[in-house]
C-alpha cells in the first residue's frame, strides 16, 4: 500500500438516467482490489461517448463492473490485489476500465495498465486508452489495415477520429475523414488526414470516389451504422472491409447483399466494454508492443479538447453532447 487510502471518496454518478444535469458527486466507499487488480489514485478520467449513452440509460456496465461511468483513468497505483507485480506499487499508469473511471479512486485489472512515460502529462494519458485500445483493434486487427491502403473514418475530429488520424499515418495508411464543418475539416487536416469531407456540404460517397479515383477505400472505420452502411459500401474497393464501432445513426441498415458477395466485401464490428478481461489483457500487450513505444518517443499524443473538474462531469457530458468539441474531454479528478 502507497501512502494512506482514505475510507470514503468523491465519485460522480447518477440516480436516475437522464440528461447531463442528473450527473452529481456523491460519498462513496473506496473499493478494494481483488486479486490481479490494482487501486488506482486517479489524477485524470477520460470523457468518451459510451458514458453520456450510459447516463442516458442505454448502455449498462457489464456485469460486475462500477456503475460510476468512466472507461479509461491515470493516476498513481496505491494498492494492490493479490498476485499482482509488487513493482506496480507506486508507479504512474494509464488504465483501460470498464466503469469506475470518474472518481478519486478506481480499480483497474493490472494487465490492462499501461505504464505512463515521465514525458507523458497525465491528463493526455488519461486521454490514451479508451481510443488506442478502440482503433488498435478495429482498424488493424478486426480491419486488417496494412500500409499503404487508404481508409475512411467518419467523425474525424472525435476522440476515436483523432486517433485514427494519428494511428493509420504513423503506419502509412492514406486517412480520409469526414466531418461536419469547414472549420472541423480544417482541424482534420492539421491533425494530419490526407483529406477531409464537409458531410454537410458534399456527397462522401461522390467525393470517395473523386479522391479515390473511382477505386474506393480498402477500409471504412463507421460510427454511424443506420443508413450510412450502405453508403460505406459504395465507398468500398472490390475486398474492401467495414468496420462498425457505434450506432449514433440507427441500430437497423438495409443492404445489398449481392454488392456484398459480387465485391467480396466484409463486414464486421465490436464493442470493446463487455470483452473478456483475457482479451483485453492480450490487446494491451499487442499495445504495448507495437504502439506504446511512439507514445514513449513522443510520436503519437492524444489532441485535447477541454478538462473539466470532476464536479463538473455534467458540463463535460453538455459539451460532448454538443458536438463542438475537438479531440478528448477529460475530467481532473486530482
Same mark, same amino acid.
Given at each position: 500500500?502507497?501512502?494512506?487510502?482514505?475510507?470514503?471518496?468523491?465519485?460522480?454518478?447518477?440516480?436516475?438516467?437522464?440528461?447531463?444535469?442528473?450527473?452529481?458527486?456523491?460519498?462513496?466507499?473506496?473499493?478494494?482490489?481483488?486479486?490481479?487488480?490494482?487501486?488506482?489514485?486517479?489524477?485524470?478520467?477520460?470523457?468518451?461517448?459510451?458514458?453520456?449513452?450510459?447516463?442516458?440509460?442505454?448502455?449498462?456496465?457489464?456485469?460486475?463492473?462500477?456503475?460510476?461511468?468512466?472507461?479509461?483513468?491515470?493516476?498513481?497505483?496505491?494498492?494492490?490485489?493479490?498476485?499482482?507485480?509488487?513493482?506496480?506499487?507506486?508507479?504512474?499508469?494509464?488504465?483501460?476500465?470498464?466503469?469506475?473511471?470518474?472518481?478519486?479512486?478506481?480499480?483497474?485489472?493490472?494487465?490492462?495498465?499501461?505504464?505512463?512515460?515521465?514525458?507523458?502529462?497525465?491528463?493526455?494519458?488519461?486521454?490514451?486508452?479508451?481510443?488506442?485500445?478502440?482503433?488498435?483493434?478495429?482498424?488493424?486487427?478486426?480491419?486488417?489495415?496494412?500500409?499503404?491502403? *487508404? @481508409?475512411? /473514418?467518419? !467523425? $474525424?475530429?472525435?476522440?476515436?477520429?483523432? =486517433? #485514427?488520424?494519428?494511428?493509420?499515418?504513423?503506419?502509412? &495508411?492514406?486517412?480520409?475523414?469526414?466531418?461536419?464543418?469547414?472549420?472541423?475539416?480544417?482541424?482534420?487536416?492539421?491533425?494530419?488526414?490526407?483529406?477531409?469531407?464537409?458531410?454537410?456540404?458534399?456527397?462522401?460517397?461522390?467525393?470517395?470516389?473523386?479522391?479515390?479515383?473511382?477505386?474506393?477505400?480498402?477500409?471504412?472505420?463507421?460510427?454511424?451504422?443506420?443508413?450510412?452502411?450502405?453508403?460505406?459500401?459504395?465507398?468500398?474497393?472490390?475486398?474492401?472491409?467495414?468496420? *462498425? @464501432?457505434? /450506432?449514433? !445513426? $440507427?441500430?437497423?441498415?438495409?443492404?445489398? =447483399? #449481392?454488392?456484398?458477395?459480387?465485391?467480396?466485401?466484409? &463486414?464486421?464490428?465490436?464493442?470493446?466494454?463487455?470483452?473478456?478481461?483475457?482479451?483485453?489483457?492480450?490487446?494491451?500487450?499487442?499495445?504495448?508492443?507495437?504502439?506504446?513505444?511512439?507514445?514513449?518517443?513522443?510520436?503519437?499524443?492524444?489532441?485535447?479538447?477541454?478538462?473539466?473538474?470532476?464536479?463538473?462531469?455534467?458540463?463535460?457530458?453538455?459539451?460532448?453532447?454538443?458536438?463542438?468539441?475537438?479531440?478528448?474531454?477529460?475530467?481532473?479528478?486530482?
Amino acid at each position: 500500500m502507497a501512502g494512506t487510502i482514505p475510507e470514503f471518496m468523491q465519485a460522480a454518478g447518477f440516480d436516475a438516467p437522464g440528461g447531463p444535469e442528473v450527473l452529481r458527486t456523491e460519498t462513496l466507499p473506496v473499493p478494494a482490489p481483488g486479486p490481479g487488480q490494482v487501486l488506482v489514485r486517479v489524477a485524470y478520467a477520460g470523457v468518451n461517448r459510451p458514458d453520456v449513452i450510459q447516463r442516458q440509460g442505454f448502455y449498462p456496465p457489464p456485469p460486475g463492473a462500477s456503475p460510476i461511468p468512466g472507461l479509461e483513468i491515470s493516476g498513481t497505483v496505491v494498492a494492490l490485489g493479490e498476485w499482482v507485480d509488487a513493482a506496480l506499487l507506486g508507479q504512474p499508469v494509464c488504465a483501460l476500465v470498464a466503469g469506475g473511471g470518474y472518481a478519486e479512486y478506481c480499480l483497474a485489472v493490472a494487465d490492462h495498465c499501461l505504464p505512463v512515460p515521465a514525458e507523458l502529462p497525465l491528463d493526455q494519458a488519461a486521454a490514451l486508452p479508451e481510443t488506442l485500445f478502440t482503433v488498435w483493434h478495429n482498424v488493424f486487427e478486426r480491419g486488417y489495415a496494412r500500409e499503404g491502403e *487508404t @481508409i475512411l /473514418v467518419h !467523425g $474525424g475530429t472525435s476522440g476515436i477520429g483523432t =486517433m #485514427a488520424i494519428m494511428l493509420g499515418k504513423l503506419f502509412g &495508411l492514406t486517412v480520409i475523414v469526414t466531418c461536419g464543418g469547414a472549420d472541423k475539416c480544417a482541424q482534420a487536416l492539421a491533425i494530419g488526414a490526407d483529406h477531409a469531407i464537409d458531410y454537410k456540404a458534399t456527397d462522401f460517397v461522390e467525393e470517395v470516389a473523386r479522391i479515390t479515383g473511382g477505386k474506393g477505400v480498402q477500409l471504412v472505420l463507421d460510427m454511424v451504422a443506420g443508413d450510412y452502411v450502405p453508403r460505406n459500401l459504395k465507398c468500398l474497393a472490390e475486398d474492401g472491409r467495414h468496420v *462498425t @464501432i457505434a /450506432v449514433q !445513426g $440507427g441500430l437497423q441498415a438495409t443492404i445489398n =447483399m #449481392a454488392q456484398v458477395m459480387s465485391r467480396r466485401l466484409t &463486414l464486421t464490428g465490436s464493442t470493446l466494454r463487455p470483452r473478456s478481461n483475457e482479451f483485453k489483457a492480450l490487446l494491451a500487450q499487442e499495445i504495448a508492443r507495437l504502439a506504446w513505444p511512439l507514445v514513449e518517443s513522443g510520436q503519437l499524443r492524444p489532441v485535447m479538447d477541454q478538462a473539466f473538474p470532476l464536479a463538473e462531469a455534467a458540463a463535460a457530458h453538455a459539451r460532448m453532447e454538443a458536438g463542438s468539441h475537438i479531440g478528448k474531454i477529460v475530467l481532473q479528478v486530482a
